[in-house]
């Protein structure tokens, strides 16, 4: 077997052999997570429709499939909260597993819904995430028939690729501006940027602890900019199960890191990668086993009838 065989071979075992107990730990753990990715699809197709139709009227900058269709179908009569609608309910279908290509149909609705929002020439990271989960979701959905399967693969599919954006991240970074991206000077001339637009906005600034110390000497930036992109370049690791809680946490830190000293906050990945970096599904069956285990009188008694 070849080195890249065998690679390949560990790392399948690495994403997908976890999550294969069927327990009341690792089911509620993956309904919730689906419930979640679920919830801020809705969420976030509901806030674009009504953007779109109070501003929005033409295309300026095509994105995704808006390359290769004409969205702007979405822009008047309501369409984007039809779209919003109909996202919801294959959502649902998907999640009482009536249709099994459910997800993937609310994902092409969801990807229209975004190229329309963002097509006035910004572009948002902050959905991201959401719309990798509902893509394996949709996959391990029409692939398998088994929940436990299904399970696995989802969580291996999540790991992969927010493991693999990151890093990519990281390296674009580096192409793009060389080894001098992460100068303190690029942060302290942002952390500028951003007092001018909250003083023309509220009339008032108040700098956080992290912007404070990047004023007062910006070599504190270059060290926040280099934790940040050393986080970026080493979240592949989280591939790796013995890696996978403590990188997944330092991307989770990252992301607080960005919002002390940015004012940007990616609420959807940030909850999405708390939700990934945690064990919750042991934590549930520890729960659920002593419950199971206590003295008759500590249980909950079961209500008269």
Known sequence: MSTLSRFAHTLRHELF???ASDTPGT???FRGVELFILAYTVYFCWTWGLYIQQNISSVLLPLGLANYIDVSFLFNHNVALINAVLVGVLGLVG???LWRPAYLLALLGFHLQYVARYSLGEISHGSNLVGMGVLGLGLALLAFRSEEHRRRFTFGFLY???GL???SAAVCKLVGTGITWPDGRHLLMWIGERKVDTL???GAFEPSVLQEMVLQDYHYGTLFLLIGLFTEAISFLMWWRKFRYVVVLLVVGMHLGIFLTMNIFFHASTYL???LGLPWHRIIDYVWYHIQK???FLKPSPSSS
């Open 17 to 19: 052999s976890d999550f």
């Open 27 to 29: 089911r509620l753990y």
């Open 95 to 97: 999640f009482v597993r």
């Open 160 to 162: 992969f690729f927010v």
């Open 165 to 167: 954006g990151y890093t």
């Open 200 to 202: 023309s906005k509220f």
């Open 273 to 275: 990668l708390i939700l």
């Open 294 to 296: 206590a003295p008759p």
